[in-house]
């Protein structure tokens, strides 16, 4: 038994330096599979190499492994399918929380552009002309606006028009109200127009699509809850089965055919989950 551990360790680590390796050498620099993750890193504006993530990847599935058998016992160790699925799990987390962070990053910038559009407004007010408003703007707003908007000074001042800014970070920030924005300030540029006027009324368009997006939330927030319940219930029944007797759950994680049963559970789970998130998710 000892023996059997010392070789998954000695074979983990092997494999971990190989890996780090690799990933560090210039032939994989380039590789096309990195580009997504790679696009995914520079949109959240984190100065982390693609292959650093894959590595804490890999970090994260043996330690996963291990913690799996610090709590579940060293029989965990005799069964490859339950390494494979634990493994899998954890290797995703980082990347996982890459997405995640994307995405709540462009929903504060979504709410924060807004308060954005009004100071815009104010400032073209106060006799300010538009660049300028754009570089207050830049200076004054919280995070995440205010570093995608110093991206978008930045290249304004390296030659580039203030639509083709915004359109630039319209692909970093994907927004239908930047789009609209960008087209405005284009059309009051060739044929004129009163941009305050325009300003504030994309500002509270967007003000009453929140308040209707809102109110559809907090009608579906039950549904939402109950299908993050459902999802979880089986993993807290399976842990208190396996707090209460211990016996009685042992073979689902020391045998292959209980690590087939959990990973077909954990697979019907993911898509239930999502089929009740699509239902009670209403876009407007």
């Known amino acids: 038994m000892t023996l059997i551990i010392a070789l ?17 050498t210039e032939s994989w620099e380039k590789d ?11 949109l959240i504006l984190l100065t982390l190499p693609p292959q650093h993530l894959t590595y804490l990847s890999f970090l994260s599935a043996f330690l996963g492994i291990g913690l799996a058998g610090l709590f579940l016992g060293f029989d965990f160790y005799k069964n490859p399918m339950g390494m494979i699925v634990v493994g899998s799990l954890c290797g995703a987390l980082p990347a996982f929380y890459i997405k995640m962070y994307r995405k709540k990053r462009q929903k504060m910038f979504g709410i924060q552009l807004i308060d954005a559009l009004s100071s815009l407004s104010n400032s073209l007010r106060a006799g300010h002309a538009l660049p300028k408003a754009v570089e207050l703007l830049a200076m004054e707003a919280p995070e995440p606006l205010r570093s995608e908007m110093q991206i978008v000074v930045q290249e304004m001042r390296l030659g580039e028009s203030l639509v083709q800014a915004l ?10 109200d930047l789009d609209l924005l960008a087209t405005a300030i284009d059309i009051a540029g060739e044929v004129g127009g009163n941009l305050t006027e325009v300003f504030d009324n994309i500002a509270h368009t967007i003000r009453e699509r929140n308040k209707i997006e809102g109110k559809i939330n907090a009608m579906t927030s039950q549904g939402k809850a109950q299908g993050v319940v459902v999802a979880f219930l089986p993993l807290v029944l399976g842990l208190a089965i396996n707090f209460i007797d211990p016996q009685l759950f042992r073979p689902m994680y020391t045998t292959l055919v209980g690590w087939i049963m959990i990973g077909v559970v954990i697979l019907l789970e993911i898509i239930a989950f999502f089929i009740i998130m699509k239902i009670v998710t209403i876009k407007v």
Do not use: H, S, T, W
Not at 8 to 24: E, K, T
Not at 32 to 42: F, R, W
Not at 167 to 176: F, G, Q, S, V, Y
């Open 167 to 176: 359109r630039n970070l319209e692909k970093r920030m994907p927004n239908e």
């Open 32 to 42: 096309e599979k990195y580009e997504e993750l790679e696009n995914n890193i520079d």
């Open 8 to 24: 998954i360790v000695c074979l983990g680590v092997m494999a971990f330096a190989y890996v780090g390796i690799q990933l560090f």
